[in-house]
């Protein structure tokens, strides 16, 4: 089947809070906005029942309820939503393709807000008991329906140990399967030692989990020793996965530059490392992943793209033009040799109407004009002629080199 | 030459939806669209994720407010 091509400024991969705030951010720009969701938009804290650390609702907030209200917010300034897959992406060059298995995408920038998923365990019987029905990946939020109970945490990481100690203040009895040997932990040495002296904590090491059991809800755990190969039932209220993270990036490797997990590294612009392609949320390399850091994000990378694409149309439409030659003054506005030479610049602006395209960079404002036309150093004098770059002045910027300049 | 088969689920609650497109899909061949035209926001979560873990293309389309289509792209 033929694929239909659909053009748009912007393309968000990903519907969760990085993505709708993003989307929020550009549709109010006027831009037009396509969101990508692969399954239910809302993401990850559509998971999590009780959202009561997002400031604005002291009465707390489901995370499906919160997540529908960025919804809308963001369909109310226009942002269309497709729910389908991405199956691959060509970011390089300045129109990003982005392609689902109906319809190829273009776009001027792409904002990457894929967010990630817990890490499973991969043991019998894991898919049935997700979320709501015994396997948890969050102690904030569970550890109160599990006043009185015994749990079972998988995994012996900073995260593993501490959820673990937060649990023993409902649970009568935390269980942690380590798969280390006896002693051993990756968890930092001061919690290590907390944990290890919790009279409600209990260890088994050397163990994997190799299945999990019960009936409409999870009520047993079987670890086995991967040493001695023995099967240890366990009975549990519930079981906390903590054993990492993966974002989905899959489709980026090769292209976007990320850590050795897998997540994208940005910096406070939420720049990836190609010029266009922005990311927000849980898929970048970042110190903490709650709904209020998505929503700073997705902020941030819509406001990075509104300017982007600002800019990338100044360049082409006003710059970059080879109907006449032009002469592009970069400068910083703060910088006193950049301001002595306006007057000079003034002079030819009014000399050349007419023959010569005369525009001012700031780059004061933004670097992004001057890195496109690969200034580094200001003042700057770069001189256009059939729509390319011709001459680039530096040095003794005066008015004979001007005058020869755009001759 | 794939061909686009249209599925009218409208007005139908769960699992009728569900059901008539694991049929529907069995009659197609590989590389075939199934549309599968709903009005009930449960069918909109449970055939997706049948779909998708079977391993077909999956794509859903809010066509009015409160109605959807389910592309569904056979691929084996």
Known sequence: MEKKVEKYDVVIIGGGAAGLTAGIYCGRARLKTLLIEKSLVGGLATYTNEIENYPGFPEGATGLGLMELFH????????TFKLTDVKSVNLEGETKIVETFRTTYEAKAVIVASGGKPRLTGAKGEDGFLYDKGISFCATCDAAANTGKTVLVVGSGDAAIEEGMFLTKFADKVIVSVLH????????EIAKAQAMSNPKMEFIWNTVVHEFAGEERLNAVILKNLKTEELIPVKVDSCFLFIGYLPNTDIFKGMLDMNRGGYLITNEKMETNIEGVFAAGDVRDKFLKQVATAVGDGAIAGYSVEKYIAESETFHSQIMRSDMPGMVYVWNAVDPKCRELLPLIEKYEAALVGKVRVTRVDVYKSAGIATRLGVTQVPCIVTIKDGKIDRVITDNICDEEIAAAVE | MAKEVTLDCMGEACPVPLIKTENALKKLTVGDMLIVQIDH??????????????????????????????FIEKTK
């Not at chain 2, 449960?42 to 959807?68: L, Q, S, Y």
């Open chain 1, 181 to 188: 040997d006896t002693g051993k932990m990756d968890c930092n």
């Open chain 1, 72 to 79: 809308k917010q963001a369909k109310k300034f226009g942002v």
């Open chain 2, 41 to 70: 926001s449960c069918a909109m979560k449970n055939v997706p994720e049948w779909a998708r873990k079977e391993g077909h293309n999956v794509e859903i389309e809010e066509v009015d407010d409160g109605e959807w289509e389910i």
